[in-house]
């Protein structure tokens, strides 16, 4: 086995337990670290390969978390486990007797395992069902440029409709007011919901993304508010139960109604796949979209030579936001399970193995780098830091990652930008990088002087979904809805129009 020669942190089995990195990997957790935990993924990626179990193994260099996603055989992982599963997906458990003789042959094949204090989880892989192949099929087909283009209007005036609500008050706080909202209520103009369905439906989704935690592979237990989680799902599961047998396939006066019509019966989606497709961009756009959106105003916040481009230069905002993507993701966390016996750039990981992908960290992989940090003269935005050119999955699971090595994003666009899982992409990326960019262009144009309102923004217990809780924001002023929102329209090479 070419575990040892990994460069990893490996104690003897026969020594005393120690903390190293596996201490380093469970400070993860600390509420402390929510605010920036850059430097403590920069210390645990130069550790390598951890084990804080025989079956689970986190991986955090670029290197590693490439040859995972790129792999067939890494399959996604619920990250609590069989009772946190989201629903609608199936499980295929490796058996007991197959785990136990791969964490036996693990165990003598190398003598050296950082061996941790933790309760071994019990993760199965989460294997997509039919309906939602055909789900992706179908969405791969409507999502186009041209879609997206059209879907443009809708979302300047959304933006516009938020920004109004909140400019007689003079300040703004953009998760609730702006990051939490707009991605709901597109998806609801979308299928045809009620604006009483859109503050029902974020209630209940918010406890919903909390699957994703990587509690039970890391700590050995149920991320925070488990319970309230699972009756979420529940209360979710009757809701849209509901609206399938009340309403079939009719999305009534959604967007997507006329799309869907005009579909041969071959191909158009049942009453429960076009229902199991709007909760899965639900879930999506309430937690990875919401955290894009703040992150974006944050970076321009943080970045005022950035706001002021993209004042001048609308088709600035796309740069942003894949910079944003990469150096401050809201997807920091992912998990794959071994569907067989892996090589992982000479890491042996046993069948059934979990593997935990610190994929912020990866993105951030100095010996990925292709453009410097501050001072850079590169065509890209400058927000402090230099970037891979990897590409990212700051959405999502993507298997692309690593791919396109050399590129930047003075083109426009990263490499990898698919955020996909193994096997197909995220279908909800393009949109959400579309209310990004609009979102930051509405944001420079129609708020003056905005600044921090208090001190340091406050984040959300989460893990894998790091996001922000507050960024309350002062300005001198709001600037009309009837300003025109760019000189003229610019295409840009992220699908669609800005």
Partial sequence: MKTGQARGLFVEESAPRTTGAGSLVRCLFEPAVRADPYPLLERIRDHGPVWPDDDVVVFSSCEHCAAVLRSAAAVPTSATGTTGQPRGHGTVPVPPAERHRHRHRHRHQHRHVLTAPVVTPVITPVVTP??????????????????????????????????????????????????????VALVCRLFGLTEVDQVWLRRRLMPSARVWEPHRALLGTEPPGHDEQLRAESELDDFFGDVAARRGTDLGDGLLAPTLAGLSADVRPSADETWAWCRALLLGALESTADLLSNSVLSL??????????????????????????????????????????????????KGTTMVLLVAAAHRDPRCLTVPGPGRTGPGPDLGIGHTGLGHTGLGAGHDLGRGLGSGLGSGRAPGHDLGLVGHSCTGAPTARLMARQLLVRFAQRVERPRFATGTPTYRPNVALRGLRALWVDADGFGGRAQPWAPRDVRTPHNGFL
């Fill in 130 to 183: 039919v309906v939602t192949s055909v789900v992706t099929s179908v969405v791969t087909s409507v999502v186009t440029p041209e879609v997206l283009a059209l879907l443009g209007p809708c979302v300047r005036e959304l933006i516009d409709d938020l920004l109004d609500s909140v400019a007689a008050r003079g300040r703004l706080e953009v998760v609730t007011d702006l990051a939490y909202p707009l991605p």
């Fill in 301 to 350: 916040l943080r970045a005022p030579h950035e706001q002021e481009s993209i004042r001048r230069r609308p088709d600035r905002a796309a740069a942003v936001v894949e910079e944003v993507l990469r150096t401050d993701p809201p997807v920091q966390v992912l998990q794959r399970t071994a569907r067989e016996d892996l090589d992982v750039c000479g890491v042996h990981v046993p």
